[in-house]
């Protein structure tokens, strides 16, 4: 009988002491999580949050995910919170004109020239480019190079075209090779303007199966978002004025010295810096198999 209490007390002190380990262990476990939360939220603090910089810039920088991607980044690494209203670069140089944005980050060279000539910015910086294609209906017209032809053609046999309309640099750019061509295409019955930003313009050409000027960057990210499912192709790519250059600009101090200054001139040197052309000349590439922006900081464009 004795043994037999012996035997028991034995096998509960046992299982007594596995709990115990047990128990520290998944403590421990426990803890790992919470170590790790800490360590990151340390990490966070260690940068000293400067203030917001308030940018004015076109949608194709928001909509392709670009802004998100950097802002977050330049936080991290100078303790500047970017905030950015994306609208057409026409309206987003007039934000610039009325004080409303530190900084400038936009798609049309001549305007962005005469916002600094107008004294309003201080220096027109190149930081990136992609290029313009045209997007329609596969089969409506022969694919090439060549905007003169489609555009032609598209005039001629007054085909659906879905026009942004809304004085951004996309806008300015695809009524530019209008001009320049001599073509009107006012005189096509089935040439509409959407008044939109180019997700939307996208969508609107898709759905009444028209042709439409979308920078590369924007449709790529709209292509290939398994939700919308769009019919449109390529139609038109790499003739030489269908480039599509962007340029950022502080806004000039003098003419507003209420203006976040030190935050634009912190933008610029980092996002010129060559750690940052880097990640922007990378993004795009593991999710499209090509990037959606091309480098070149410093560059005569």
């Known amino acids: 009988m004795k043994k037999r209490i012996a ?88 934000m610039g004109k009325n004080g409303d ?26 930081v990136m480019y992609n290029d313009f294609v045209v997007i329609g209906p596969e089969g409506a017209a022969e694919k090439g190079d060549d905007i003169k032809v489609l555009f032609t053609q598209i005039l001629e046999e007054q085909l659906a075209f879905v026009s942004r309309g809304d004085d951004s640099g996309t806008d300015k750019k695809e009524k530019g090779i209008w001009t320049k061509l001599e073509l009107n295409p006012e005189e096509n019955p089935n040439y509409a303007e959407s008044g939109q930003g180019m997700g939307a313009t996208i969508t609107m050409a898709d759905e009444q199966q028209a042709f439409c000027l979308t920078d590369r ?30 340029g950022v600009i502080a806004v000039s101090p003098e003419m507003y010295p209420e203006v976040n200054n030190e935050g634009a001139n912190a933008f610029i040197e980092w996002v010129c810096s060559d750690e940052v052309q880097e990640l922007i000349g990378q993004f795009g590439v593991e999710e499209y198999g090509e990037p959606l922006f091309v480098p070149n900081a410093g560059a005569d464009a």
């Open 217 to 246: 960057g924007t449709w790529l990210k709209q292509k290939n978002d398994g939700d919308l499912k769009l019919e449109l192709e390529i139609i038109c790519e790499g003739d030489s004025s269908l480039l599509n250059q962007y």
């Open 7 to 94: 035997m028991v007390l034995a096998a509960a002190l046992c299982i007594t002491l596995f709990a115990g380990c047990s128990s520290t262990g998944n403590k421990d476990s426990a803890k790992e999580p919470e170590e790790k939360v800490s360590d990151e939220k340390a990490e966070q603090e260690a940068v000293e949050k400067k203030g917001v910089l308030m940018m004015a810039t076109t949608t194709s920088t928001a909509d392709t995910g670009l802004l998100d991607y950097l802002a977050e980044i330049f936080l991290k690494e100078t303790g500047w919170e970017l905030q950015y209203t994306a609208v057409g670069t026409g309206e987003a140089l007039e």
């Open 101 to 126: 944005a530190d900084i400038v980050l936009v798609h049309a060279k001549s305007s962005e020239e005469a916002f600094v000539e107008e004294g309003y910015g201080l220096e027109r910086i190149p």
